[in-house]
DNA sequence: GGCCCCATGTAATGGGTTACATGATTGC
DNA sequence: GCAATCATGTAACCCATTACATGGGGCC
């Protein structure tokens, strides 16, 4: 149920679907995706249920675009949907599920699977920090006085920070407990 | 593709499919979470492919209930998932998404939503330490030094109590920024 | 000419949730 | 007698992924 809702999220300027794609490329992949070929349903779906609507644009350059932007009945189903509080124990950690079982295969293979789960997560934390700091320098207002579209976001990020830094500990710890057995 | 691994990984000995469904409930609903209406057709199909085997048990007191456990195949394919390395870049956080556009709601609105958040994860934190703290108790190997199986289940409790408290620092750190602007 | 990027879509398949259906036993 | 738990399953639906299809423009 989350998709049409960041749709919506998304659409309070008119936006196509292949700009909505590179957003989630960009921003929210790390905690969220989708594929084109649900992004475009998905968006006519909203305009059937009269949440959006839609305008073609045909630009000097490149094809056209079709853009939609979120209805006022559009912009009440999100806040409904922000309003009715979080969405909770719906994750899924493909890698932790494989970490559980971790014991059916040996050591030396265990430890080639935290050094990869170091490698992913340290580059992520690189880029979160980045992000950070290129923010932090270009707004004076950053982090406390933000906007409130802004704070939010930043709040998003604020929690990356915190939660990669800890899973990159933890792969540390793991690896440091596995090479002690050695 | 994860569930027909995860299963695998639970039949090492003969089980049934509502006993896999409590693990789920008691264990791995931390990080996965699967339905009856999943576990019982995922499990027929294992058999069908070659990877289980199932067997009827009528015990003195209850319904009769249907064993799976995997056969030798079945542990090769649970081995190669794990060999593979890890799968990254598939999680869906909800409640981020929906943090991530809270800036549509009121300010006292965004205050309610951080403090539910902050609740339930701060019990989850407690349910998690308690967990902790008995195994801690109950074996004196704990927590560096278990045999293999443990050690990888340790592995992802290890990484529930240091992420899980991340986020209950986070939930504080942005209820202390919204708390100041009113 | 061939490849990549822009831009929009459909079709087939697989994974997951909700609802439905059955029947025995345990506890109040 | 009734509700909850144990135990197994099917059917319908929705969500997500992969593959396929189309066509223009820029670059080498």
Redesign the interface.
Known sequence: M?LP??LL?LIKEPTSGYEIKQTFEQV??????ADLAQIYPALKKLEQQGLATSQMAAPDKGPPRKLYQRTTEG?QQ??A???D?????????????????????P?N??I??FE??HD?FSQQLNELIEVDNSWSNDDPRY???L???????Q??L??GL??I???V??CE??LK?LN??L
């Not at 890698?95 to 295969?105: A, D, K, R, S």
Request: hydrophobic share 35%; glycine share 4%; with cysteine.
């Open positions: 989350s809702n960041i999220g929210l992949h790390y905690f969220w995706n912009t999100l806040r949907w922000l309003q509080g979080p969405q909770l124990n719906t994750e899924r950690l493909h890698y932790l599920t494989q970490v559980f079982f971790l014991g059916e295969i050591s293979k265990r080639t699977f990869r789960l992913y982090p406390d006085n906007p409130d579209r802004e704070q939010a976001m709040f998003t604020r929690l915190l939660k830094n800890a899973i500990q933890w710890s793991c407990t002690s057995k």
